[in-house]
Structures are given as structure tokens and as C-alpha cells.
T-cell receptor, first 114, second 118 residues
Framework: DQQVKQNSPSLSVQEGRISILNCDYT??????FLWYKKYPAEGPTFLIS?????DKNEDGRFTVFLNKSAKHLSLHIVPSQPGDSAVYFC?????????????FGIGTKLQVIP | GAVVSQHPSRVICKSGTSVKIECRSLDFQATTMFWYRQFPKQSLMLMATSNEGSKATYEQGVEKDKFLINHASLTLSTLTVTSAHPEDSSFYIC??????????????FGAGSRLTVL
């Protein structure tokens, strides 16, 4: 049972436009949601997070929106740049046995076209 | 910012041999580290949680005798793939928890280790 779902395996966006990456989850116990960016053959890099008590968090060109009632979050990148081309993983965490257990989605490959 | 170093980045070994992968937190102490595995076009799958000074906690379906984890210090965890077979070929990634000023527990990842078993 996949608790964190990214239903779009890939997304292409023109440079300068907005990129919207979506993520759905099923476990209502998740208390933090995170987005990671990953280049091939590298480890994921933390991008932005949001607490379950908030509905929006913004950091520069990146904004994460959380809709708890719909169990849905999205990452907005605006304006998109070619260097944003990577795989984006949505992740959710819950306190389990004293530590934060993180569950990842399958990833969405973003391609920003110059 | 927090840095996690993972070594080696690539390793090729013969079937039946054992391979050790190291994960170090360079500028912070990590009482807990995590080991993930990623197959092509699949998500990062948590294999085990490594706790400093105690036994690792393995996820369901992960053989603890196959994937030996040692977390001997607050900055080092090792994953040993014992008697490796071609099906163990994968991308292994370690991570450690780093708490941000906002209070979020963020996983900082190593660069990953590509294991190829011939």
C-alpha cells in the first residue's frame, strides 16, 4: 500500500512558466511533508517542507501548498528554470518509535525546456 | 548546512563477496541514520533504521543477516551487503536527520552508492 503517491511520472514545462508537482497521501498521521530534488546518480537534496498545521510555505521560487482535507500537497516552482530539471520526490513523515519515519513517493521527473 | 558523506560512490564486486558502504555525518551528530535502496524508476525504499549504540531496526522484507548495519559512533553508520548476488545490485542511499530552525526534521542524504554485483 503506497501511502504517498505521485501520479504523474513526468512533467514538461517551458522556461519561465510555472511548474506544479502534485502529491497525494493516505495516512492522516503524517505531520510533516517534504519535497526533495534528485539528479541522476546523486542522493536527494532537501528542497522545502511544510508542517501539517500549515497550508502554505514559501521559499523563494518554491511554494508548497497543503490541503489536509483532500490529503493533497503540491509544489509550485515559478518561474521554472532549466536547472530545475530533475526528479522531485514528495515525502511525508510521522513520529514512529521516537524518530521521524519518512515515506517517499515514486517521484516526478520535471523537464524545463529552454 | 548539514552534510552527509557516503563512500564509496560506486562499487563493482563479484557474486559471493561482501561490500561495505560507509555513511558519515560531517558536521553534526546523528543518533539515527537511515538506509534506503532505490531500484530504477522506483521510489526510495527504507531498508532499515540505524541507531547509535544499538541494533538496527529493519523494515519488513529486509534480511538483517544479508544487510548488516553497524552504527558505532554518532557520526558513522555502515551497511555491509554480505554474500552479494546480482539481484542486490542497486543504488543505496543513507541519510541522517537534521533539525531545521523551523523545527522540521529533515533528512539529509548522502550522495548514494551504486552497487553492481557481477
Amino acid at each position: 500500500d503506497q501511502q504517498v503517491k505521485q501520479n504523474s511520472p513526468s512533467l514538461s514545462v517551458q522556461e519561465g512558466r510555472i511548474s506544479i508537482l502534485n502529491c497525494d497521501y493516505t495516512n492522516s498521521m503524517f505531520d510533516y511533508f517534504l519535497w526533495y530534488k534528485k539528479y541522476p546518480a546523486e542522493g536527494p537534496t532537501f528542497l522545502i517542507s511544510i508542517s501539517s498545521i500549515k497550508d502554505k510555505n514559501e521559499d523563494g521560487r518554491f511554494t508548497v501548498f497543503l490541503n489536509k482535507s483532500a490529503k493533497h500537497l503540491s509544489l509550485h516552482i515559478v518561474p521554472s528554470q532549466p536547472g530545475d530539471s530533475a526528479v522531485y520526490f514528495c515525502a511525508a513523515s510521522v513520529n514512529s518509535g521516537g524518530y521521524q519515519k519518512v515515506t517517499f513517493g515514486i517521484g516526478t521527473k520535471l523537464q524545463v525546456i529552454p | 548546512g548539514a552534510v552527509v558523506s557516503q563512500h564509496p560512490s560506486r562499487v563493482i564486486c563479484k557474486s559471493g563477496t561482501s561490500v561495505k558502504i560507509e555513511c558519515r555525518s560531517l558536521d553534526f551528530q546523528a543518533t539515527t541514520m537511515f538506509w534506503y535502496r532505490q531500484f530504477p524508476k522506483q521510489s526510495l525504499m527504507l531498508m532499515a533504521t540505524s541507531n547509535e549504540g544499538s541494533k538496527a531496526t529493519y523494515e519488513q522484507g529486509v534480511e538483517k543477516d544479508k544487510f548488516l548495519i553497524n552504527h558505532a559512533s554518532l557520526t558513522l553508520s555502515t551497511l555491509t551487503v554480505t554474500s552479494a548476488h546480482p539481484e542486490d545490485s542497486s543504488f543505496y542511499i543513507c541519510s541522517a536527520i537534521n533539525r531545521t530552525p523551523s523545527g522540521a526534521n529533515v533528512l539529509t542524504f548522502g550522495a548514494g552508492s551504486r552497487l553492481t554485483v557481477l
